[in-house]
């Protein structure tokens, strides 16, 4: 019988290893009794557990970072069960309440790029059979769906999963949970604000979920988005108590809003009340003095949203004074820093306002407000990026798809500036940053920390230029005798080259060791013989660089097809907007 104690029999383990060091196969023997000795006191963490943490890690980068088919896409995402397995296998493994835990950190995180993923995987965990997860559920509904457009998408995905068009006990408490779990007066600023979204109203939603006010203040809210501002007026106006008068004040507000023409009237409203654009009737939008009261509180995201808007009723133009609010906005560092303005927010709304003036509605061009957006653009340059301290390569392959001159997803901006500003973006922000220009070959480009957009789009173009004039000269010319006429004979047309796999090679041949490669291109397939993830592979075995990322963005392209699904360190992108070089960041850290 044995009669060691534990501790003993620990140091028997170590000292057995010693005597046997030279044998890998009694040192590994070892080092698992020892564990399994000290587990007793000490949590060790299983096999089990470090799949688990794996699943979640899993369902984090799905919803911060979703993929459609492997890519992620700009514009037109489309989701099911089948694209959601992260997030239905841990449910079917009853981790209901973990997933909604990891939900609701993911919904506060500004590493979320779009709520659609989240908003999905919240209906999943809705329509769940175990009641915990569904309990949960119930009490994040207001933490997820932070929006009325929030509240209607998820609708809509639940709608998906639905059999029968009704709703049962549970999902009725839930959206009764939505209304009755937000403060009063800001729920009434948001549901005025956003009415309805997607075919589903506020009307729709309270009468098929026969929802019953709490409170005589949701009473009011019900009754004024069933049955309007008159009818709740007649019910509560005569009402002494405070937060009914403040309620109903606000709604008087926004119904006059909506059906005045008195632009006075409603300019004070917007300052006296703070309301937005959306509670505004269309046609008082073309009105300067609605727009002085609005850009008040407007955010300078929002400012350069509505740039086109202001500069079509001349907002903008030299002549009208209220332009100078703006131009001091634009050029209020502390505000651009503390807003977290991002470049191609400024360059996309630069792009719509200088092309403009070449549209038939075109607008006065005022050179104050360009130098404004220059002066805004090397500010947030200055103080809105992080390095990844990471080593770069940024292939630039533009001008071969000769029907679309724009980007899928913003088409205000041309491919060429959404190249050059990816490559200014990532000079700016590493220290370590090559691009080239690629056909199917490699021209590197003058690209410092200094270097200003317009110069890196002249570059750009005049590389574009020189690869046509190539291919024109290498297009095959039928041959003819001199004493002969020339025959009308197609030789057909060659591709414009493009070898997606140049700038690897470059890299390669020039032994650099990248971390990441980012190749930014509007053609939908590549010339070479050679495949992406084949090279990339090749790469990371010669230079002994196992984790190297490689980052197709197509800017035309709805439906990139390059990366292995199966590697990790791949990423295509479907088109361009702002928040692309948001998924970029996020992709490289690995922060999700």
């Given at each position: 019988?044995?009669?060691?104690?534990?501790?003993?029999?620990?140091?028997?383990?170590?000292?057995?290893?010693?005597?046997?060091?030279?044998?890998?196969?009694?040192?590994?023997?070892?080092?698992?009794?020892?564990?399994?000795?000290?587990?007793?006191?000490?949590?060790?963490?299983?096999?089990?557990?470090?799949?688990?943490?794996?699943?979640?890690?899993?369902?984090?980068?799905?919803?911060?970072?979703?993929?459609?088919?492997?890519?992620?896409?700009?514009?037109?995402?489309?989701?099911?069960?089948e694209?959601?397995?992260?997030?239905?296998?841990?449910?079917?493994?009853?981790?209901?309440?973990?997933?909604?835990?990891?939900?609701?950190?993911?919904?506060?995180?500004?590493?979320?790029?779009?709520?659609?993923?989240?908003l999905f995987?919240?209906?999943?965990?809705?329509?769940?059979?175990?009641?915990?997860?569904?309990?949960q559920?119930?009490?994040?509904?207001?933490?997820?769906?932070?929006?009325?457009?929030?509240?209607?998408?998820?609708?809509?995905?639940?709608?998906?999963?639905?059999?029968?068009?009704?709703?049962?006990?549970?999902?009725?408490?839930?959206?009764?949970?939505?209304?009755?779990?937000?403060?009063?007066?800001?729920?009434a600023?948001?549901?005025?604000?956003?009415?309805?979204?997607?075919?589903?109203?506020?009307?729709?939603?309270?009468?098929?979920g026969?929802?019953?006010?709490?409170?005589?203040?949701?009473?009011?809210?019900?009754?004024?988005?069933v049955l309007?501002?008159?009818?709740?007026?007649?019910?509560?106006?005569?009402?002494?108590?405070?937060?009914?008068?403040?309620?109903?004040?606000?709604?008087?507000?926004?119904?006059?809003?909506?059906?005045?023409?008195?632009?006075?009237?409603?300019?004070?409203?917007?300052?006296?009340?703070?309301?937005?654009?959306?509670?505004?009737?269309?046609?008082?939008?073309?009105?300067?003095?609605?727009?002085?009261?609005?850009?008040?509180?407007?955010?300078?995201?929002?400012?350069?949203?509505?740039?086109?808007?202001?500069?079509?009723?001349?907002?903008?133009?030299?002549?009208?004074e209220?332009?100078?609010?703006?131009?001091?906005?634009?050029?209020n560092?502390?505000?651009?820093?503390?807003?977290?303005?991002?470049?191609?927010?400024?360059?996309?709304?630069?792009?719509?306002?200088?092309?403009?003036?070449?549209?038939?509605?075109?607008?006065?061009?005022?050179?104050?407000?360009?130098?404004?957006?220059?002066?805004?653009?090397?500010?947030?340059?200055?103080?809105?990026?992080?390095?990844?301290?990471?080593?770069?390569?940024?292939?630039?392959r533009?001008?071969?798809?000769?029907?679309?001159?724009?980007?899928?997803?913003?088409?205000?901006?041309?491919?060429?500036?959404?190249?050059a500003?990816?490559?200014?973006?990532?000079?700016?922000?590493?220290?370590?940053?090559?691009?080239?220009?690629?056909t199917?070959?490699?021209?590197?480009?003058?690209?410092?920390?200094?270097?200003?957009?317009?110069?890196?789009?002249?570059?750009?173009?005049?590389?574009?230029?020189?690869?046509?004039?190539?291919?024109?000269?290498?297009?095959?010319?039928?041959?003819?005798?001199?004493?002969?006429?020339?025959?009308?004979?197609?030789?057909?047309?060659?591709?414009?080259?493009?070898d997606?796999?140049?700038?690897?090679q470059?890299?390669?041949?020039?032994?650099?060791?990248?971390d990441?490669?980012?190749?930014?291109?509007?053609?939908?397939?590549?010339?070479?013989?050679?495949?992406?993830?084949e090279?990339?592979?090749?790469?990371?075995?010669?230079?002994?660089?196992?984790?190297?990322?490689?980052?197709?963005v197509?800017?035309?392209?709805?439906?990139?097809?390059?990366?292995?699904?199966?590697?990790?360190?791949?990423?295509?992108?479907?088109?361009?907007?702002?928040?692309?070089?948001?998924?970029?960041?996020?992709?490289?850290?690995?922060?999700?």
């Amino acid at each position: 019988m044995n009669t060691q104690t534990d501790d003993e029999l620990l140091i028997g383990n170590r000292n057995w290893h010693t005597k046997n060091s030279t044998n890998n196969f009694n040192h590994s023997i070892s080092i698992f009794w020892g564990f399994a000795w000290l587990s007793r006191d000490t949590e060790i963490p299983t096999m089990a557990n470090v799949l688990e943490e794996e699943s979640f890690q899993k369902l984090r980068q799905w919803i911060i970072l979703y993929k459609d088919d492997g890519a992620y896409k700009v514009v037109s995402k489309t989701f099911s069960r089948e694209k959601a397995s992260c997030v239905t296998q841990l449910l079917s493994d009853g981790h209901g309440k973990e997933i909604l835990s990891v939900m609701e950190q993911c919904s506060s995180s500004p590493a979320l790029i779009d709520r659609e993923p989240l908003l999905f995987a919240y209906a999943l965990c809705c329509k769940s059979t175990d009641k915990n997860t569904k309990s949960q559920a119930e009490k994040l509904c207001d933490k997820i769906c932070r929006t009325p457009c929030d509240f209607f998408q998820m609708l809509k995905f639940h709608k998906n999963f639905s059999i029968t068009k009704s709703w049962g006990r549970y999902f009725k408490r839930l959206i009764s949970s939505w209304y009755h779990n937000q403060d009063t007066y800001q729920l009434a600023r948001n549901v005025s604000r956003e009415v309805s979204y997607l075919g589903w109203s506020h009307r729709d939603v309270l009468r098929m979920g026969h929802l019953k006010p709490k409170s005589d203040e949701m009473d009011l809210i019900f009754k004024y988005l069933v049955l309007g501002h008159g009818e709740t007026k007649k019910s509560f106006g005569k009402s002494e108590k405070e937060s009914i008068q403040k309620l109903l004040e606000f709604f008087s507000a926004v119904d006059t809003a909506k059906h005045s023409d008195d632009v006075q009237q409603v300019a004070k409203l917007v300052e006296e009340h703070h309301l937005k654009k959306d509670h505004l009737c269309t046609k008082l939008l073309k009105q300067k003095e609605i727009w002085t009261a609005l850009l008040k509180d407007m955010t300078i995201q929002d400012t350069l949203d509505h740039i086109g808007q202001l500069a079509n009723i001349g907002y903008l133009d030299e002549s009208f004074e209220g332009n100078q609010f703006v131009i001091d906005k634009l050029l209020n560092e502390a505000l651009l820093k503390e807003q977290n303005v991002q470049p191609f927010e400024i360059i996309i709304a630069s792009s719509f306002y200088k092309e403009g003036k070449k549209k038939p509605t075109s607008w006065q061009h005022n050179e104050k407000v360009t130098k404004a957006l220059e002066t805004a653009l090397e500010y947030s340059l200055k103080n809105n990026l992080k390095s990844s301290n990471k080593r770069y390569v940024v292939g630039i392959r533009v001008g071969v798809n000769k029907n679309k001159s724009s980007v899928r997803g913003t088409m205000a901006l041309s491919t060429t500036t959404a190249a050059a500003g990816v490559a200014m973006l990532m000079t700016r922000e590493e220290e370590k940053t090559d691009v080239v220009f690629f056909t199917d070959t490699i021209t590197p480009l003058k690209v410092a920390k200094d270097t200003k957009l317009t110069d890196i789009c002249s570059e750009v173009a005049e590389q574009v230029k020189k690869a046509d004039e190539q291919k024109e000269e290498n297009q095959p010319k039928p041959e003819v005798d001199d004493d002969e006429e020339e025959q009308d004979i197609f030789y057909g047309v060659l591709p414009d080259p493009c070898d997606l796999v140049a700038p690897i090679q470059w890299a390669t041949d020039h032994k650099k060791d990248v971390d990441v490669f980012i190749i930014v291109t509007d053609a939908n397939r590549s010339t070479g013989s050679r495949n992406l993830g084949e090279a990339i592979t090749q790469y990371r075995k010669d230079r002994n660089l196992p984790n190297t990322k490689l980052v197709t963005v197509g800017l035309t392209n709805s439906n990139m097809k390059f990366a292995n699904l199966e590697d990790e360190n791949m990423l295509d992108v479907s088109g361009f907007d702002a928040r692309v070089p948001k998924v970029i960041r996020t992709f490289v850290s690995g922060e999700y």
